[in-house]
């Protein structure tokens, strides 16, 4: 539920510079979460490229504006 709830943040029309910085916390957590339920070989690089979601709309605005399906 914590990624749903970050993707949807992320994806949205407009998101705030305040949100960030906790969703920065929030994907980490994610993360740390999920190698702990399916250990650290699952941890893809695509698992890795999450951590810089949160960057990617703090530079470009909002994941629907820079997405490969826009």
Known sequence: M???RIMHILLDDSVALDQ?????????????????LHG???LTFNAHALLHLVN????WGP????SAYS
């Open 40 to 42: 650290e070989n699952r």
């Open 2 to 4: 914590k990624f749903v």
């Open 56 to 59: 990617w709309v703090r530079d």
């Open 63 to 66: 994941l629907w504006n820079v």
């Open 20 to 36: 960030l910085k906790s969703l920065q916390k929030d994907m980490f957590s994610f993360l740390q979460e999920y190698e702990q």
